[in-house]
């Protein structure tokens, strides 16, 4: 079974402009979740996608928005970007049942994309 | 609030000796897991090994294994026979609320010919 895949790995921007990421599931998984990790900051959640609806959102700002398609994959898109938003974004995918907020099933991460911001 | 603490910044070991990676949590929810993840320079992030809080035996698989002690609240991961592949960043994480995972500072081990 393949694993998660993300496009691009790598990616250079400057700021002000905008930038799409985007995610494919493993097979079968509809859950996809977000997370973006700094050196700073570590590992930080971002949101997470359930059939084609964002079930819960870190504390990011708005210029941080997602979506999922029906198929499941997913994407992220940044506006306005800033410095501090160099980052490796990583997506993560499980197959989704929640019980009592929380995800059960192991989440499986893809390769990670490595923004940079100038 | 749930909280992870991995205290080591870094390990080193040497290669076909056992290493153990320390990590602490924080929770107030009787139902919680634990989760190591291995991060290589490569940045993907590779799932190593799960422990469920009702789990009344600690995890296994393969070289991995998870000293699981829940009144102490720490969930220690042991790598038996260190090889050279091993070297990376290692993430302690625990399923939270919000759908999300929680992590860890991690700890970079480096393993040692």
């Known amino acids: 079974k393949a694993g998660v895949t993300q496009t691009p790995r790598y990616l250079i921007k400057t700021r002000g402009q905008q930038v799409t990421l985007s995610c494919s599931p493993i097979s079968g998984h509809r859950s996809v979740s977000w997370y973006q990790q700094t050196p700073g900051q570590g590992l930080q959640f971002l949101f997470e996608y359930f059939s084609e609806t964002q079930r819960n959102k870190g504390n990011f700002p708005g210029r941080f928005s997602g979506r999922q398609f029906s198929n499941s994959r997913s994407e992220m898109n940044v506006s306005t970007l800033e410095l501090g938003d160099s980052a490796l974004y990583l997506c993560?995918?499980?197959?989704?049942?929640?019980?009592?907020?929380?995800?059960?099933?192991?989440?499986?991460f893809g390769p990670g994309t490595r923004l940079l911001v100038l | 609030a749930q909280k992870i603490t991995q205290t080591q910044p870094g390990m080193f070991v040497q290669e076909k000796e056992a290493v153990t990676l320390d990590c602490t949590y924080d929770t107030s929810d009787p139902s919680y897991g634990l989760f190591w993840y291995k991060q290589p320079s490569s940045g993907e992030m590779i799932f190593l090994i799960y422990?469920?809080?009702?789990?009344?035996q600690n995890a296994t698989e393969g070289r991995y294994s998870l000293n699981f002690q829940k009144a102490r609240k720490s969930a220690n991961l042991v790598i038996s026979a260190s090889q050279l592949g091993d070297s990376a960043m290692y993430f302690c994480a625990m399923r939270g609320g919000l759908n999300k995972l929680i992590f860890g500072a991690g700890t970079r081990l480096a393993v040692h010919p």
């Open positions: 422990q469920g809080s009702y789990d009344q």
């Open positions: 993560a995918s499980s197959l989704g049942t929640v019980v009592r907020g929380a995800l059960q099933e192991t989440q499986y």
